[in-house]
């Protein structure tokens, strides 16, 4: 393929329009279900369960570099407060959307609070407490409202009224997708505001971001909080879906899954986190038959991953950061 060059000769590489791969993959999600079965379009709904888990993962891992390994009691918050409420009280399930949101949110900042300062191994052991203590919480029945381990029956299809019901493998597809459209474009505006730059600035030396005048405990514990809350909206997507939620569904074994989409993919990558997410969702049903390998798998890729490309299939290309510039942008 010919190349331009300029006077000195030097190669020019042909760039391609960054809207292009957008579109293209915007064109494929709209096509795919009206050639597939329901069982495929189950399939690719559960993809973009794990999509939205690992973006909302990523916020915490990816951006401040913070190991959590706790993120499956946020999406269980989300959840148990989805199917708690409208069971109980007839809350519509879209209603219930950002409630079970904030909820997570909510937990999030009370259990991270007095946690945040802690670093590394610590971190990610007490996150572990964390995820395991709301799990055997759901799994105790306290005041006699998550069910115990058989969990919470009887969740409503999310409706407006009588005009909008989502009841349909095909709804469901489009509802995931559409929130995993908007949390994309949500995230990527914050890795380009102010706070995107004062969480790499945390990533990469805390203790200059902290002598630089950035309020490191502050930015944080928002990572964890805008995390713990999209984590809830994607636990709210998967009771209705299910119609049931049960402590089995949010053990350790989810949180590894979600630290493994970001790893595998690229940490503060979400085209990364996407590629991370397909191979964790679609990987046990292209090879069913060899599922009891499974985390052998997961486990060789990880190692080869770390080995080979310890930026993930798709690294995210970090400009610099300039601590001047940020400070500028606060007004100080």
């Not at 794990?50 to 959590?68: H, K, P, Q, R, T």
């Not at 405990?217 to 009771?239: D, E, M, P, S």
């Not at 790893?263 to 292209?286: D, N, T, Y």
């Amino acid at each position: 393929m010919p190349v331009n060059t300029n006077s000195t000769g030097s190669a020019r590489t042909l760039s391609v329009p960054r809207w292009i791969m957008p579109m293209l993959a915007g064109a494929i999600l709209l096509i795919y279900p009206f050639l597939v079965s329901d069982y495929y379009i189950d399939i690719a709904f559960y993809f973009g369960i794990y999509a939205l888990l690992g973006l909302s993962l990523n916020i915490v891992l990816g951006e401040v570099g913070l190991f959590d390994l706790g993120h499956a009691g946020f999406y269980a918050i989300g959840a148990y407060v989805t199917a708690i409420l409208n069971t109980r009280y007839g809350i519509p399930i879209f209603v219930l959307l950002p409630v079970s949101g904030l909820a997570a949110a909510l937990f999030a900042y009370i259990v991270c609070s007095p946690i945040i300062h802690l670093k590394g191994d610590y971190l990610c052991i007490v996150t572990i407490g964390v995820g395991e203590i709301v799990r055997i919480a759901l799994i105790n029945n306290p005041f006699d409202l998550t069910g115990g381990p058989n969990g919470v029956f009887g969740i409503d299809f999310p409706r407006i009224g009588e005009l909008l019901v989502i009841d349909s493998s095909l709804e469901y597809y489009f509802l995931i997708w559409a929130v995993v459209g908007l949390s994309i474009i949500g995230l990527i505006s914050l890795q380009n505001s102010r706070i995107g730059r004062a969480w790499n600035c945390i990533r990469e030396d805390g203790i200059a971001a902290s002598a630089s005048g950035i309020d490191v405990r502050y930015y944080k514990l928002l990572a964890f909080v805008l995390g713990a809350g999209l984590a809830g909206i994607a636990g709210n997507i998967y009771a209705s879906k299910l119609m049931c939620v049960s402590p089995e569904s949010f053990s350790f074994w989810e949180s590894c899954l979600m630290f493994c989409i970001v790893l595998i993919g690229g940490m503060g990558s979400i085209p990364g986190v996407l590629i991370g997410a397909a191979f964790i969702s679609l990987f046990p049903e292209i090879f069913r038959p060899f599922a009891m390998y499974r985390m052998l798998v997961f486990g060789s890729v990880m190692i080869l991953m770390m080995m080979f490309r310890p930026g993930g299939f798709w690294p995210r290309k970090r400009g610099g950061v300039s601590y001047r510039s940020l400070m500028e942008d606060s007004g100080d």
